[in-house]
């Protein structure tokens, strides 16, 4: 049976990947776990999973080394995911120093402790050992409106706090793939959207404020370009490259599925009033008067968008779901999740909120 060492499972991306791999393979993997539970990290999006006799879950940091290299020491691991990050761009902008530590030092600790339990005396790695690197299409800068896709070779121009020190996380990965031949692989997705998604992401916050009917805030114009994709698809394609995607190489996962921000706040809001049955009082509340052009963000990159040409030819990976549907998933699975609304949005949120959009 083999054993995936999942970092950052308790967050948004990394919760969808567990339950789409037990919905998969069910018994015949088992995975850890390991998530230091920052305000990203919600033990509550893995309570249907967490009795499972395959399901561990370890509270540490990935910047704890001796933590990381016990846990490597106590069990064999097979394979490594690793989606432990600091990820939101807003948050970088206030306060890097945080991402540098865990998505550079993190990786790096990461990257060390598999090296050193996977690797033989001649220098060469035990077989079918493999680290995924969960990385975002954001290390290659911003695109011109109409000005093209990003391809692989693309070279990286990372622009905010965040998308730097991601970039910073992927060269340490190169490094050591080139260096020792380090069995790894990087993706570079899109923008992700649905269930478990913490709203202080653009699709989460519109949703939950259209429903309270609190103000949309919409940075600058409105007009800026994100390729977004359902995350089911992203966990689909991480399996998929590291089942089937050649050793050493990066594959860029992407939607084909671009959208302005401000188209994305009327797709909600016109999905919103379809969705709710008349008697919900939640439904007059719903309206297009709530949008709120504000301040924009510092440096903010203009366009992202991906070409997803070399993991369909060379996996087969394609995203499946469209948009349309996929936006009424994550709407439906919203409805179904007031409690889990509620909770991640009390107590700190608030004051995120009040220090995010106070002067805005
Ligand atoms: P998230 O912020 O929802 O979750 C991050 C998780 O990592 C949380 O559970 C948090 O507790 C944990 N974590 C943070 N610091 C840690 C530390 N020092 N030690 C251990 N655990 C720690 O993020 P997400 O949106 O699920 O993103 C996951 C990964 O995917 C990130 O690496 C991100 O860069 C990448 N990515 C995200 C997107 C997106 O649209 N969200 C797109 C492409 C790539
Ligand atoms: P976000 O979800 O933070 O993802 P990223 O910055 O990593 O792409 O933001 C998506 C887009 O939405 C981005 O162009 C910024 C914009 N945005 C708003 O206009 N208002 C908001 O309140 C937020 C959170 C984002």
Redesign the pocket.
């Known amino acids: 049976m083999r054993t995936y060492l999942v970092?950052?499972?308790?967050?948004?991306?990394?919760s969808n990947y567990i339950h789409y791999m037990f919905r998969k393979y069910d018994t015949d993997i088992r995975i850890i776990n390991?998530?230091?539970?920052?305000y990203?990290?919600?033990l509550e999006n893995l309570k249907d999973i967490e009795d499972r006799e395959n399901y561990t879950f370890i509270k540490?940091?990935?910047?704890d080394k001796d933590a990381i290299a016990g846990i490597f020491a106590e069990n064999d691991i097979d394979r490594v995911v690793h989606?432990?990050?600091?990820?939101?761009v807003d948050r970088s902008i206030k306060d890097p120093e945080v991402f540098v530590r865990?998505n550079v030092l993190?990786t790096a600790v990461m990257l060390n402790c598999a090296k050193a339990a996977w690797e033989l005396p001649d220098g060469s790695f035990r077989a079918d050992k493999k680290f995924l690197h969960?990385?975002?299409?954001e290390v290659y800068g911003s695109l011109e409106e109409d000005g093209g896709y990003f391809y692989e070779t693309t070279p990286y121009a990372p622009r905010s706090p965040y998308s730097a020190s991601?970039a910073g996380s992927d060269m340490l990965v190169k490094a050591y793939m080139d260096t020792y031949k380090f069995p790894a692989n990087i993706t570079n997705?899109?923008?992700?959207y649905g269930p478990y998604?913490?709203p202080e992401?653009l699709i989460p916050l519109i949703i939950n404020n259209a429903l309270q009917g609190k103000k949309l805030p919409v940075y600058g114009d409105g007009r800026n370009v994100r390729d977004w994709l359902y995350v089911e698809d992203h966990a689909k394609a991480i399996d998929m490259v590291q089942e089937k995607g050649r050793l050493f190489e990066t594959y860029n996962v992407g939607g084909h599925n671009e959208k302005q921000n401000i188209e994305i706040i009327h797709i909600i809001l016109d999905t919103l009033r379809e969705m709710l049955p008349d008697s919900d009082p939640r439904k007059a509340l719903v309206n297009e008067d709530l949008i709120t052009y504000v301040e924009d963000r510092k440096g903010h990159d203009r366009r992202y968008a991906i070409a997803p040409d070399k993991i369909r030819a060379e996996i087969g990976w394609e995203p499946e779901t469209m948009f349309k549907e996929g936006i009424r998933r994550t709407i439906q699975w919203f409805f179904e999740h007031e409690d889990w609304m509620r909770n991640v949005t009390s107590g700190d949120y608030q004051k995120y909120y009040e220090d995010m959009y106070r002067n805005r």
């Open positions: 970092t950052g499972g308790a967050g948004f991306i990394g390991v998530d230091a539970l920052t990203a990290g919600n540490a940091d990935i910047c989606f432990a990050a600091e990820s939101h865990t993190g969960v990385s975002t299409d991601k997705c899109s923008n992700n998604q913490f992401k």
